[in-house]
């Protein structure tokens, strides 16, 4: 997506807000007096993936961002004593996704493997009020002319409309909760810089939201009665991309009346730096190998997101 957000921001008929909706800032607040412990457990995760989790001596990003993500995914699972709902979730890997919708006169679809979904067995709730969706219709689209939004999509023969969430009718994990990306191609130019990266947050939030408002109400355009809401985030190993997305219409045609809207957290730090081996100057050590420049708060957000719904 060639302009990143704010392209994405057109095709899916959406409305930014910066920064984390209410609830999930109440969330994070909450549990801030509960991270005590939750801090020395989650710099510990970070020391297993960046030091102890390989025989590398410096592990690639490669290695380290599965690790780091797969460990603070078990430390959200540990709150699952507190808030016994949280055993409702199923985490799904490589299912595949498809939605398709008119944006003015084109024809678009979003389909493929996108990440890792947690899914659950009740939807989030709206994080908008019926107002604040409301006063989306007085919001103006930004638009591209004379360059066409669509400029860098890939053209493709549509022979079947296809709307798929991925999961068979009945599975009792039906509803999207949050996607998960990990960037952690060893090589820069083949990872998603951080404004590509939440672009594609943002359009698959969207398809996965789509596809399940289709699946519950059918294919025909409308404003939902029941928004739904669908997270993202997106990490390297280091950098943090947080997300809520809220599908309020299927009525995708034109840009006028009620918009979608999507809150974004962007490029929170875990840690600056993890140096694995010690700088040493004239023989002398002026840096030890460690973690440094740690931000518990990031985890603070990423549990939150975890929460939502439940808490």
């Given at each position: 997506?060639?302009?990143?957000?704010?392209?994405?921001?057109?095709?899916?008929?959406?409305?930014?807000?910066?920064?984390?909706?209410?609830?999930?800032?109440?969330?994070?607040?909450?549990?801030?007096?509960?991270?005590?412990?939750?801090?020395?457990?989650?710099?510990?995760?970070?020391?297993?993936?960046?030091?102890?989790?390989?025989?590398?001596?410096?592990?690639?990003?490669?290695?380290?961002?599965?690790?780091?993500?797969?460990?603070?995914?078990?430390?959200?699972?540990?709150?699952?004593?507190?808030?016994?709902?949280?055993?409702?979730?199923?985490?799904?890997?490589?299912?595949?996704?498809?939605?398709?919708?008119?944006?003015?006169?084109?024809l678009l679809q979003i389909r493929g493997r996108n990440g890792i979904?947690?899914?659950?067995?009740?939807?989030?709730?709206?994080?908008?009020?019926?107002?604040?969706?409301?006063?989306?219709?007085?919001?103006?689209?930004?638009?591209?002319?004379?360059?066409?939004?669509?400029?860098?999509?890939?053209?493709?023969?549509?022979?079947?409309?296809?709307?798929?969430?991925?999961?068979?009718?009945?599975?009792?994990?039906?509803?999207?909760?949050?996607?998960?990306?990990?960037?952690?191609?060893?090589?820069?130019?083949?990872?998603?810089?951080?404004?590509?990266?939440?672009?594609?947050?943002?359009?698959?939030?969207?398809?996965?939201?789509?596809?399940?408002?289709?699946?519950?109400?059918?294919?025909?355009?409308?404003?939902?009665?029941?928004?739904?809401?669908?997270?993202?985030?997106?990490?390297?190993?280091?950098?943090?991309?947080?997300m809520v997305f809220q599908l309020n219409t299927t009525d995708l045609?034109?840009?006028?009346?009620?918009?979608?809207?999507?809150?974004?957290?962007?490029?929170?730090?875990?840690?600056?730096?993890?140096?694995?081996?010690?700088?040493?100057?004239?023989?002398?050590?002026?840096?030890?190998?460690?973690?440094?420049?740690?931000?518990?708060?990031?985890?603070?957000?990423?549990?939150?997101?975890?929460?939502?719904?439940?808490?």
């Amino acid at each position: 997506v060639f302009a990143g957000v704010r392209q994405a921001q057109w095709l899916t008929k959406t409305k930014l807000v910066e920064g984390l909706p209410p609830s999930v800032r109440a969330i994070a607040d909450s549990t801030a007096q509960g991270l005590r412990e939750h801090e020395e457990r989650v710099r510990a995760a970070v020391s297993h993936a960046r030091f102890w989790g390989s025989r590398e001596v410096i592990p690639t990003r490669e290695h380290f961002c599965p690790v780091l993500f797969e460990d603070l995914l078990h430390l959200c699972r540990l709150m699952s004593g507190k808030y016994p709902s949280l055993s409702k979730r199923m985490l799904a890997r490589n299912y595949r996704i498809a939605a398709t919708w008119e944006r003015e006169s084109t024809l678009l679809q979003i389909r493929g493997r996108n990440g890792i979904l947690l899914n659950s067995m009740v939807p989030i709730p709206p994080v908008a009020s019926k107002e604040e969706i409301l006063a989306t219709k007085e919001h103006v689209l930004e638009t591209f002319h004379p360059i066409l939004p669509t400029i860098d999509l890939q053209e493709v023969n549509v022979y079947k409309e296809l709307n798929d969430t991925g999961f068979r009718d009945g599975y009792p994990y039906s509803h999207p909760h949050t996607l998960f990306f990990l960037e952690s191609a060893k090589n820069c130019p083949d990872r998603f810089r951080p404004e590509q990266l939440r672009a594609k947050m943002l359009m698959f939030a969207f398809g996965n939201a789509l596809a399940k408002a289709k699946a519950l109400y059918g294919n025909d355009p409308k404003v939902l009665e029941q928004p739904i809401v669908v997270q993202s985030i997106g990490t390297d190993g280091q950098l943090f991309q947080f997300m809520v997305f809220q599908l309020n219409t299927t009525d995708l045609v034109s840009s006028d009346g009620i918009k979608n809207l999507v809150w974004i957290d962007s490029d929170q730090k875990l840690y600056e730096t993890a140096l694995c081996l010690p700088k040493i100057k004239k023989r002398v050590v002026v840096k030890p190998a460690g973690i440094y420049g740690f931000e518990p708060d990031t985890f603070k957000k990423f549990l939150a997101l975890y929460l939502h719904g439940t808490v």
